[in-house]
């Protein structure tokens, strides 16, 4: 046997052939604080017979040794991480050995492959078990060296008494939760309309929310709602469209509250007018906030997501302006254009890394986006902005489709996996006919007059 560290808790990291202790060095050089005990099966027995109990750590081989003095009476074991060994179908041998009802706390880190992570491989007999699957393979110690280390590091202080973290209690199996129970969800544009709204569907489905916006007292009517439905808000003043802000603002989410296993990018802002009308500085401030407000959101959070190595998934609404061309509304559709094809090559980046992504494309909706949309008018012509928003206020509040329903397909979209999510009927509808008859959007989109 081999000690690294002295203090605090003992782990037993077990290795067999073919591994050697190194599979566990990295893991160990994370476990601050801990005594971390080195060893084979050989020395298995004599590393659980001291007084104090200890958690044992192994994968692959040593898998089995360590089940079999699991169920030998007088082990002085405190819990077990495990990550076992992987089996074809054709191999019917499973790596627990002999079913056997065992009392100790059992860890197990698996592959969220279902070739590799296959649920019949866990005993019925673990009355205490948790199970952490991860999107990147097949897991290892030497491969994934943080997420084995702060797996175990959650686990062994959740059994000295420490609260469990959200991670650790959604690996808990058999334990009763809601839809999104133990699940963090970060919320963009928060203050009010479709953001609002799908902070309150999260929350009624039992997730944490992280909320912001850049209207303070929006989040803040946002949080006071949240409260009312009894769930837990973080909220932050954020501009989206300011990367350096926004990658402090996950920084600062991460670090406080753990990596958001859902984020919703959903911030954005309405604009009118033809393109020749519009000033190059208001083209770029629709730009800025509705596409690179997505594109910051998905770089701080989703490196993270990666890093994390247990999957997630990020939501971008986009709009059913994203493939209906309009002649007036030239800065906006292609925002929206620019978020549903970015989303579209992020979510095949991501794939691999267990990270789903979804785009919303919520067509004709009554919020306030109408009360802060900016129209750029010819010069040429005597045309007033507030008879025109009042004319599209009418029309928004006549189509009575509000934004709780874009919440609630959200919300399916997410548990469903989908990729691409049109909301409204008319959102469908033209998706439909976009895909089918191109020509027939580009025809329709000429003519028109804005005033």
């Given at each position: 046997m081999r000690l690294v560290n002295t203090d605090g808790p003992t782990i037993v990291a077990v290795h067999a052939h073919p591994d050697s202790p190194q599979i566990w060095t990295n893991v160990a050089a994370l476990l601050d604080g801990a005594r971390v005990v080195h060893t084979d099966p050989a020395g298995l027995s004599a590393a659980?017979?001291?007084?104090?109990?200890?958690?044992?750590?192994?994968?692959?081989?040593?898998?089995?040794?360590?089940?079999?003095?699991?169920?030998?009476?007088?082990?002085?074991?405190?819990?077990?991480?495990?990550?076992?060994?992987?089996?074809?179908?054709?191999?019917?041998?499973?790596?627990?050995?002999?079913?056997?009802?065992?009392?100790?706390?059992?860890?197990?880190?698996?592959?969220?492959?279902?070739?590799?992570?296959?649920?019949?491989?866990?005993?019925?007999?673990?009355?205490?078990?948790?199970?952490?699957?991860?999107?990147?393979?097949?897991?290892?110690?030497?491969?994934?060296?943080?997420?084995?280390?702060?797996?175990?590091?959650?686990?062994?202080?959740?059994?000295?008494?420490?609260?469990?973290?959200?991670?650790?209690?959604?690996?808990?199996?058999?334990?009763?939760?809601?839809?999104?129970?133990?699940?963090?969800?970060?919320?963009?544009?928060?203050?009010?309309?479709?953001?609002?709204?799908?902070?309150?569907?999260?929350?009624?489905?039992?997730?944490?929310?992280?909320?912001?916006?850049?209207?303070?007292?929006?989040?803040?009517?946002?949080?006071r709602q949240l409260a009312d439905v009894g769930a837990t808000a973080h909220r932050y003043v954020v501009d989206v469209a300011d990367a350096a802000a926004v990658e402090s603002f996950a920084e600062e989410v991460c670090g406080e509250h753990g990596v958001p296993d859902i984020v919703i990018n959903n911030a954005g802002v309405g604009h009118a007018g033809y393109f020749l009308d519009t000033p190059a500085d208001e083209f770029d401030r629709v730009l800025d906030i509705n596409f690179g407000g997505v594109v910051n959101g998905c770089r701080s959070f989703g490196r993270r997501l990666v890093e994390r190595g247990t999957g997630g998934h990020i939501v971008n609404i986009a709009s059913m302006a994203s493939y209906t061309p309009v002649n007036m509304m030239n800065a906006y559709c292609t925002s929206k254009a620019a978020v549903f094809m970015f989303s579209d090559c992020l979510r095949a980046e991501l794939d691999s890394a267990g990270v789903g992504v979804t785009t919303i494309c919520p067509g004709v909706i009554g919020t306030n986006i109408v009360d802060t949309t900016r129209f750029s008018l010819p010069e040429s012509r005597n045309a007033d902005a507030e008879k025109l928003r009042a004319r599209a206020r009418r029309g928004f509040s006549l189509r009575r489709y509000g934004p709780d329903k874009v919440a609630r397909a959200i919300v399916s979209a997410v548990s469903k996996k989908k990729a691409v999510r049109p909301v409204t009927p008319e959102a469908h509808v033209v998706y439909a006919i976009a895909h089918a008859a191109p020509a027939a959007m580009r025809s329709g989109a000429r003519g028109g007059k804005f005033v």
């Amino acid at each position: 046997m081999r000690l690294v560290n002295t203090d605090g808790p003992t782990i037993v990291a077990v290795h067999a052939h073919p591994d050697s202790p190194q599979i566990w060095t990295n893991v160990a050089a994370l476990l601050d604080g801990a005594r971390v005990v080195h060893t084979d099966p050989a020395g298995l027995s004599a590393a659980l017979t001291g007084d104090r109990p200890v958690h044992v750590v192994a994968h692959g081989p040593a898998v089995a040794a360590v089940w079999d003095a699991l169920t030998r009476p007088g082990a002085a074991v405190a819990s077990v991480t495990l990550s076992p060994p992987v089996h074809r179908r054709r191999r019917r041998r499973r790596p627990f050995g002999p079913a056997q009802r065992v009392d100790v706390p059992v860890q197990l880190i698996v592959s969220s492959d279902r070739a590799a992570g296959r649920r019949d491989d866990l005993p019925a007999t673990l009355p205490r078990l948790w199970r952490r699957e991860v999107a990147t393979g097949q897991p290892a110690p030497d491969t994934h060296p943080e997420l084995y280390a702060r797996a175990v590091r959650q686990f062994v202080e959740h059994l000295d008494g420490a609260p469990a973290a959200r991670e650790l209690r959604r690996a808990e199996m058999r334990r009763e939760r809601r839809p999104f129970g133990d699940t963090l969800v970060s919320v963009t544009g928060a203050g009010s309309g479709i953001g609002r709204e799908t902070a309150l569907a999260f929350a009624r489905d039992g997730a944490e929310l992280v909320i912001s916006d850049v209207d303070g007292d929006g989040l803040a009517e946002t949080a006071r709602q949240l409260a009312d439905v009894g769930a837990t808000a973080h909220r932050y003043v954020v501009d989206v469209a300011d990367a350096a802000a926004v990658e402090s603002f996950a920084e600062e989410v991460c670090g406080e509250h753990g990596v958001p296993d859902i984020v919703i990018n959903n911030a954005g802002v309405g604009h009118a007018g033809y393109f020749l009308d519009t000033p190059a500085d208001e083209f770029d401030r629709v730009l800025d906030i509705n596409f690179g407000g997505v594109v910051n959101g998905c770089r701080s959070f989703g490196r993270r997501l990666v890093e994390r190595g247990t999957g997630g998934h990020i939501v971008n609404i986009a709009s059913m302006a994203s493939y209906t061309p309009v002649n007036m509304m030239n800065a906006y559709c292609t925002s929206k254009a620019a978020v549903f094809m970015f989303s579209d090559c992020l979510r095949a980046e991501l794939d691999s890394a267990g990270v789903g992504v979804t785009t919303i494309c919520p067509g004709v909706i009554g919020t306030n986006i109408v009360d802060t949309t900016r129209f750029s008018l010819p010069e040429s012509r005597n045309a007033d902005a507030e008879k025109l928003r009042a004319r599209a206020r009418r029309g928004f509040s006549l189509r009575r489709y509000g934004p709780d329903k874009v919440a609630r397909a959200i919300v399916s979209a997410v548990s469903k996996k989908k990729a691409v999510r049109p909301v409204t009927p008319e959102a469908h509808v033209v998706y439909a006919i976009a895909h089918a008859a191109p020509a027939a959007m580009r025809s329709g989109a000429r003519g028109g007059k804005f005033v």
